[in-house]
């Protein structure tokens, strides 16, 4: 009988081993041979610039790549001055430290770019999660790059628990009250807070305790109460009535 126990356990154990050996084959495959052609065309939400030529300010999240998609969204800035002929893009890409180019800050994860305001983010359609245009826009258009490139984490990142692209939109958002910026709790990072343990919330409508991004609570008028536990965010937003929640997001009540 001891003998059978051995056996069950040796071939458990080496299912599982085989098993991890192909979840991470598959997942490295996967990064490997699709990131390069994973489409990053516009997904005909955003205004056309040559059409509008109001200032416009939009911020925009999509599932981020691969099977960090079960979990998060990769968010950013999209702005356009008045009478401008494209868009700027604001966000923070990991692997930017290591790799530049030109419209990149040098030795940064900043990426400061033309790209398409609404561009797929590795094949996953954007979602707009904020959208100010007309006067005074302009002046809001500086102040959000004033902040990027004052951004106290541009030479660092990591995915879990930040600082990562949320972490930078939050910073910026924080920067930028106007915007009533209310990120989903599927961006894992917003609550990581520069410097310190408490701030404003990134809408600037209320405030928040975080611990390193780790464990926090939040509470204010555009996002309602939310409790951070290691990265992942449960709350109830009272203004458009929902219930968030990890991995599924916003779960909206009926009629809402």
Request: charged share 20%.
């Amino acid at each position: 009988m001891k003998r059978r126990g051995r056996k069950i356990r040796w071939a458990a154990g080496l299912t599982l081993v085989i098993l991890a050996v192909l979840v991470t084959t598959g997942v490295a495959r996967h990064s490997m041979a699709d990131w390069r052609t994973a489409s990053r065309a516009s997904a005909g939400i955003a205004p056309d610039p040559a059409v509008v030529q109001e200032a416009i300010v939009q911020v925009y999240t999509a599932r981020a790549y691969s099977w960090r998609g079960m979990f998060g969204v990769h968010s950013w800035f999209a702005v356009k001055p008045t009478g401008a002929s494209k868009f700027t893009v604001y966000e923070i890409i990991g692997w930017r430290l290591y790799h530049t180019h030109d419209d990149t800050v040098p030795g940064t994860a900043l990426t400061i770019s033309h790209r398409p305001a609404d561009g797929r983010w590795f094949g996953n359609i954007p979602t707009i999660i904020a959208d100010i245009r007309g006067d005074g826009v302009d002046d809001i258009i500086r102040r959000i790059d004033i902040a990027a490139r004052n951004y106290p984490y541009n030479g660092e990142y990591k995915v879990w628990p930040g600082p990562n692209s949320n972490t930078f939109t939050a910073h910026v958002a924080r920067a930028v009250p106007e915007l009533k910026l209310d990120l989903p709790p599927t961006a894992i990072g917003k609550d990581y807070i520069p410097d310190g343990v408490f701030a404003s919330t990134p809408s600037g409508t209320g405030y928040q305790f975080s611990l390193f991004g780790l464990f926090g609570v939040l509470a204010g008028k555009e996002e309602g109460v939310e409790v951070n536990l290691l990265g992942l965010t449960f709350g109830l937003d009272f203004a458009e009535p929902a219930v968030k929640l990890p991995l599924a997001g916003r779960v909206g009540f009926q009629g809402s």
